[in-house]
């Protein structure tokens, strides 16, 4: 039995204006209020093509490898549905501004590189909101803010065989287009939105029948409906009940999926050229400067980390999950040469105090610099590893260097011996049947004597110090 | 009307900045034209002439158009007034904002005194699908004005306004221009703005002016040609002036005669007008040349397949949810059918119904593809026509004006804009100019095409003959 999956994948380009007007693309306003003749499609407004969705759509083509056309084309694709102003979408069908293209993803068998088919361009359409009793009479309410917002669509050749690989194509190119800055990736604000194509057949060598399923809002679903159904057609074929070639809803709330009314499934868009819009010409200018401006992208940056700095795949993975935060290890890789305890010390302490935050690092005052000016200190034992825990959240809120931190915590190491030794006296005399313990052999007590110590100077005594004194005095 | 008004918008223009005229005194006289004659004529839709008299009134007689009035057909758009494109469908349909070319006018001084009848979102050829009234032909008033520009063709024809802006599919300011006894001009396509103009083909729609002289075009094209960045179609290109290219005389030009049109039916006396053309360029320092556009008789089949599968797609959204006519139905599809069914008359119907077909599955290739494959080779073989001739003279219709109600089969209908499509479908400038009158006194029109921008060269052309043949510059 072997399962097929393809995902045709709705990116929306972080523009600040729709793709065909000068409309704010600002999520969560209030309805219908950023809107104008152009997207609500009223008669005699024209649609003009924004550069700029263009420009983050050759990011991603050129990010995934695609071959972007010097000539692509956009086309209408007519439908009437009230949320479609202009009762047709413009969208590119024929001639796509890209096609071809991977991208990698991690599975249980290693890295492996999933084909795309292609990459085009096109406008979302409104959002209907409809009442719950609907089939009752009830009222549909059309919000046309999300209209004419600039969408990608990414459709990949059927390369993946579970709902755990497609969750990972959906975590890997979310990772990216953040990282390229050209798209929130938000599944539950509808910046990504993703239909699934699965097939299962028992013939290794062929396709099943191809079930296309929507309704999908996150990618737990995603994984979900594949899941559910991976299942389903195997009990199909099976009971030799044939399966159709179908669209089917996931039901979010049970977990399954349900064949689509044929007439929501089935149309005939009649695509033709758009003949408002000219052809889209993609100048080898235009597209050097885009490739100039690209990064490094997330998976190079991961493979790197391993090589030059030793990280296991784990800590490379995680630390390059977010652009900001790779940068910014390798900011702080640069200054302080200790990559192996800086990916520690990002991913334990400054992760936690992140989430305690609820801020991601670029939102806090915690530098590249600051970071390695504290783990130096822990290193050449001016302050302790529990007091660099203390000092952390003052560099993360306020931007203080970690020396000015310190300062203000009082929390320089004491490493005077003769202060030491006079507490490590006054601890051996207070602990004297654990003293006497030590000096009969039983070198674990040490480890307690210390932390009495410790706790006597509130933590600021240097620790090697004190254990090194106690010996001395118990010796 | 007092006989030493102006006739052109030339003259009147000369007579406001000489203050023999004041805007709003001729503005007045028009007003009693319109009352007198349009209860006749029925040129317009909606008349504001309230409005456009006090907008005379600060007029500047430096501006432009000084205060002339102009009348805009009724699928542009003018913020704040009706824009019904001769449908129920946008019956009280008022415009949210104003046309760029609309603007244009404004800005030069222009006052609208009103919205002009057309066939419906602009199919036809005579007016009479205008879903309220048929508009009468001011030469004669048992006849068609033509169309669908009819309404600003018979505003200019009867006194109504010095000028109209019209729009221009197949031939809809040229045709019904000729039937006038004016001239309507068709600019090259993505010359003049199309934004505010209601969608009907939308690669062949086309804003053009209406004048009573070639001059007066090239007037109005001075103000209506510029570039809009809310036309992503809308050409960049050098300043002309468009007036100040008018040249006396033919001289040195090459005026060509297409060789498959030769053969066409038409009425005697156009032909003569034809030849009465040749003559007048011949005398005026012209060669004449005949060519060769093979496919050109092809123009007509393939029009009739973009056109409507364009019109399909832009007239889709008047479905009855956001704006204009609604008729509940019990779900959505059966609210988009009563109110389509009732919103349209039938020719846009059996437009919507062909375009949706010569676009559907299994029907693409060989109807729509195929279309546009034509509308290539034709376009390819105009402009190779025009490498040897430097303007083509065609009639602009097969007949002079009939009279309401004569034709009745839309395939007739069609068959007459034979002349006009071909400019439509190159995206060429084209032309038609009075050129005499046929044994009943009506108008004749000729027509001129030009290779893309070169408006001002086939102005200049037509000017020519247009003079020539009797007509006022």
């Not at chain 2, 000028?163 to 045709?175: H, I, K, L, Y």
Request: net charge negative.
């Amino acid at each position: 039995m072997i399962t097929t999956i393809g995902l045709e994948i709705h990116v929306q380009l972080a523009t600040r204006s729709k793709m065909f007007c000068g409309c704010s693309t600002a999520f969560g306003d209030e309805p219908n209020t950023h809107i104008c003749p152009v997207c609500l499609g009223l008669p005699g407004a024209l649609p003009v093509l924004n550069a700029t969705a263009v420009q983050l759509a050759i990011g991603i083509a050129m990010a995934l490898g695609c071959q972007l056309h010097e000539v692509s084309e956009f086309s209408r694709k007519n439908y009437f549905y009230p949320d479609l102003p202009k009762s047709y979408q413009i969208t590119q069908y024929d001639r796509p501004i890209a096609t071809g293209g991977s991208l990698p993803i991690a599975t249980a068998g290693g890295t492996r590189a999933i084909r795309l088919t292609r990459a085009h361009i096109e406008e979302d359409a409104g959002k209907s909101m409809h009442a719950a009793d609907i089939t009752l009479g009830g009222e549909t309410l059309v919000d046309f803010n999300r209209c004419g917002v600039p969408l990608i669509e990414i459709v990949t050749e059927p390369d993946m065989q579970s709902g755990d690989e497609a969750y990972e194509f959906l975590r890997s190119l979310r990772r990216l287009v953040r990282w390229l800055g050209v798209s929130s990736g938000d599944m539950e604000k509808g910046a990504m939105r993703c239909d699934v194509n699965v097939s299962v057949s028992p013939d290794p060598s062929r396709h099943g029948t191809k079930v296309e399923i929507k309704n999908l809002n996150s990618f737990r679903s995603v994984k979900r409906a594949i899941d559910y159904e991976e299942q389903r057609q195997a009990q199909c074929l099976a009971d030799g009940t044939p399966i159709p070639m179908e669209t089917r809803h996931f039901d979010e709330a049970l977990g399954t999926t349900a064949p689509m009314r044929s007439k929501e499934a089935s149309n005939d868009y009649r695509y033709f050229p758009e003949p408002d819009l000219p052809l889209l010409m993609l100048g080898a200018a235009e597209l050097a400067s885009v490739r100039e401006h690209l990064p490094e992208l997330p998976w190079e940056m991961q493979a790197r980390f391993e090589s030059e700095f030793g990280l296991t795949p784990y800590d490379a993975a995680l630390l390059t999950e977010e652009r900001s935060t790779a940068e910014f290890f390798q900011r702080t890789v640069v200054i302080s040469n200790n990559p192996r305890k800086i990916a520690t010390y990002m991913e334990t302490e400054v992760a936690k105090l992140l989430n305690e935050r609820g801020k991601t690092l670029s939102e806090t005052m915690l530098t590249p610099e600051a970071l390695a000016g504290l783990l130096t200190m822990v290193e050449s034992g001016i302050i302790s590893n529990t007091a660099s825990k203390d000092v952390l959240p003052l560099l993360v809120d306020t931007g203080v260097t970690p020396d000015e931190a310190v300062r203000k915590l009082g929390l320089e190491q004491v490493s005077d011996t003769s202060a030491i030794e006079e507490l490590a006296r006054q601890v051996i005399i207070e602990n004297a049947a654990q003293a006497e313990q030590f000096r009969s052999g039983k070198e674990a007590v040490l480890g307690f004597l210390v932390g009495q110590l410790m706790k006597k100077s509130k933590g600021k005594a240097n620790p090697k110090l004190a254990g090194e004194l106690l010996r001395k005095l118990l010796g | 009307m007092n006989s030493e008004l102006p006739r052109s918008l030339d003259q009147y223009r000369r007579a406001v900045r000489t203050h023999v005229l004041s805007p709003t005194e001729y503005l007045q006289e028009t007003r009693e034209v319109i009352e007198q004659n349009d209860p006749q004529v029925r040129a317009f839709l909606h008349l504001r002439l309230d409005a456009a008299i006090s907008e005379s009134k600060a007029a500047k007689s430096s501006s432009l158009l000084a205060g002339a009035p102009i009348a805009i057909k009724d699928n542009i758009m003018m913020a704040g007034e009706p824009c019904t494109c001769g449908s129920l469908m946008l019956e009280h349909y008022v415009a949210p904002y104003t046309a760029t070319a609309v603007q244009a006018l404004l800005s030069a001084g222009a006052v609208v005194p009103g919205k002009t009848n057309l066939d419906e979102f602009a199919m036809g050829s005579s007016t009479e699908n205008s879903a309220f009234f048929p508009t009468h032909n001011p030469q004669d008033l048992s006849r068609v004005p033509g169309g669908s520009s009819g309404g600003s063709t018979a505003a200019v024809a009867a006194g109504f306004a010095l000028g109209a802006v019209g729009s221009d599919t197949g031939g809809s300011v040229r045709q019904p221009a000729a039937f006038c006894g004016v001239v309507g001009f068709k600019p090259t396509y993505g010359l003049v703005s199309r934004y505010g103009l209601v969608a009907f083909g939308s690669s062949l729609d086309c804003i053009g002016p209406i004048t009573r002289s070639v001059r007066d075009a090239a007037i109005m094209l001075n103000i209506m040609a510029v570039h809009d960045p809310r036309d992503a179609t809308s050409l960049r290109h050098a300043p002309v002036d468009y007036e100040a290219s008018l040249q006396p005389s033919l001289a040195g030009k090459r005026l060509g005669i297409i060789h498959e049109l030769q053969g066409l039916d038409v009425q005697p006396e156009i032909a003569r007008a034809m030849e009465d053309a040749r003559r007048a360029a011949l005398q005026s320092g012209a060669s004449v040349v005949e060519v060769s556009v093979p496919h050109i008789l092809s123009a007509l089949p393939a029009y009739y397949i973009i056109a409507p599968a364009e019109c399909s797609a832009n007239l889709g959204r008047f479905d009855g949810v956001r704006y204009g006519l609604h008729l509940e139905g019990r779900d959505m599809t059966e609210t988009y059918s009563r109110t389509r069914n009732a919103g349209f008359g039938s020719e846009v119907k059996r437009r919507i119904l062909i375009g949706a077909f010569v676009l559907s599955a299994g029907y693409y290739d060989a109807y729509y593809k195929k279309a546009t494959d034509v509308r290539q080779l034709i376009t390819d073989e105009l402009d190779l026509a025009l490498q040897s001739a430097d303007v083509l003279l065609t009639p602009t219709t097969p007949t002079t004006a009939f009279k309401l109600g004569a034709v009745s089969d839309p395939l007739e209908m069609y068959k007459a804009d034979v002349f006009t499509i071909p400019a439509n479908l190159g995206g060429l400038p084209a032309i038609s100019f009075p050129a005499g009158t046929d044994e009943s006194g009506l108008p004749i029109g000729l027509q001129l095409m030009g290779p893309r921008l070169g408006d001002a060269d086939l102005l200049s052309a037509a000017n020519v003959l247009f003079t020539s043949l009797g007509g006022a510059s």
